[in-house]
């Protein structure tokens, strides 16, 4: 089945609770700008489905829509999904391949659970965010890219900082 950014409609998000309205209000504001978003809030109350409203209400809304959920994954995996790899990077490694943030170009990249992503981890998709560019594995080439960061997560970040 296909998500409504793949099929191209824009996701409709109905509330009346006032809580919820003054953050699609805020949601419409930041659509437009390209500001990277963090969107907190626990489990299961729609952190992706806000991530494509804001998406696809922004100016890079005919961009990509790209979502990976970072908990699930080893670092080592991550890592390969999000930069990609050169041809002969590693055992097994017979192709190149695009990273989710060579994909995601012109659009919207979407990281689900960030707070579980290893600190190393952010601190290498930091270099991104900071240099708009990245190395694929086993690579040796920057590759620009203009990608838009929306990441979300159900834990409490200031607590974590603490």
């Known amino acids: 089945m296909k998500s409504l950014i793949e099929t191209g409609e824009k996701p409709i998000i ?14 419409k504001k930041i659509a437009p700008t390209d500001c990277n978003v963090v969107i907190t809030g ?6 992706e489905l806000l991530a494509q409203y804001i998406h696809s209400h922004s100016l ?11 908990s699930v994954l080893s ?10 790899h050169e041809k002969g990077a590693f055992t097994g490694a017979n ?22 992503m290893s600190l190393s981890m952010q601190a290498k998709l ?3 965010i900071q240099e708009k560019e990245f190395i694929r594995l086993g690579g ?4 620009k890219v203009d990608v838009r960061f929306i990441a979300a997560t159900n834990k409490d970040l200031k607590e974590l900082l603490k």
Request: proline residues 4%; aromatic residues 4%; negative net charge.
């Open 14 to 27: 109905i509330t009346q609770n006032p809580k919820m309205q003054k953050i699609l209000e805020t949601a």
């Open 126 to 128: 930091l270099r991104v």
């Open 95 to 116: 192709t190149t391949k695009k990273g989710l943030i060579e994909v995601a170009n012109k659009g919207t990249l979407f990281l689900d659970e960030i707070s579980e």
């Open 60 to 70: 890079r809304a005919n961009g990509p829509f790209v979502a990976i959920n970072c």
């Open 140 to 143: 040796t080439t920057p590759i």
């Open 42 to 47: 626990e489990s299961g109350t729609g952190k």
């Open 75 to 84: 670092e080592e995996l991550l890592a390969n999904e999000l930069f990609g």
